[in-house]
């Protein structure tokens, strides 16, 4: 067990350090401009005409780093503080968050996949923390019910590793398009991949996040196991 402590420790560290360096790196490039004056809500509907896509929408939501795509009423949504800057972050954010609406007009397989999972998982979400503490705390008498928890709690593991694909994939088809379409040029292009390099990050930090816990999950009950 003190293995998987110390495993637990690194991984809150990395993502620690990888939260901390996301924000910083957004914040220093929210304060560089682009050259052609575009605002994320401009580079965002731009992104879509450029790929045919004319049903969806680009709004505005409330909160920061909130911006998400959303297939169910197929809209983008982004925060008033890329909706409406003209910054390269801006640019970076929106044309990744159209990146999510690109792969739905083309059903890309990894996004098709999540979404499949996406009502499982958060049925299975409201219920799992509190399923997990019973098993573990009645583990002796009655461990079927971690072992329920486990095979929860690795539909949430599998489909945090499903996300990355659909992530990065997005991140991919962001920084290709905003290069082409001239959106950012050869001043501005390496802080809009750097951007989104360090956003993927943190769905990667998050992933191995998600093993090591289940892992720990399992430790315990195969431990409870060997003591019947």
């Given amino acids: 067990m003190a293995g998987a402590y110390i495993i637990f420790g690194i991984i809150a560290l990395a993502s620690y350090m990888v939260s901390m360096t996301l924000q910083n790196k957004f914040k220093k490039y929210s304060g560089i401009g682009l050259g052609s004056g575009m605002s994320g809500k401009d580079v965002a509907e731009k992104m879509l005409r ?3 896509i004319y049903d969806v929408s ?11 795509y959303n297939p169910v009423n197929k809209t983008v949504n982004l925060s008033r ?16 968050e159209c990146g999510h609406a690109v792969q739905h007009a083309k059903a890309y397989p990894w996004l098709t996949m ?3 999972l996406v009502p499982v998982v958060s049925i299975s979400s409201k219920y799992l923390s509190w399923i997990l503490l019973a098993g573990i705390l009645t583990v002796q008498v009655f461990p079927e019910l971690l072992f329920v928890g486990i095979i929860l ?3 949430t593991t599998l489909f945090s590793f499903i996300t990355l ?4 994939n997005a991140s991919q088809r962001a920084v290709a398009w905003l290069g082409q379409s001239r959106i ?8 809009a991949k750097d ?5 993927a990050l943190t769905y990667i930090v998050a992933a191995l996040g998600s093993l090591a816990t289940l892992i720990y999950y399992i430790l315990i009950f195969l431990s409870s196991q060997r003591r019947n």
């Fill in 153 to 155: 709690f690795s539909l």
């Fill in 165 to 168: 694909p659909v992530e990065i």
């Fill in 195 to 199: 951007a989104l390099k360090w956003a």
């Fill in 50 to 52: 450029d790929n045919g």
């Fill in 58 to 68: 680009v709004i505005s939501t409330e909160g920061h780093l909130t911006d998400h």
């Fill in 81 to 96: 503080s890329v909706y409406s800057s003209q910054s390269v972050a801006a640019a970076a954010v929106a044309a990744h």
């Fill in 184 to 191: 950012v040029d050869a001043r501005t292009e390496p802080a």
């Fill in 114 to 116: 999540r979404s499949k």
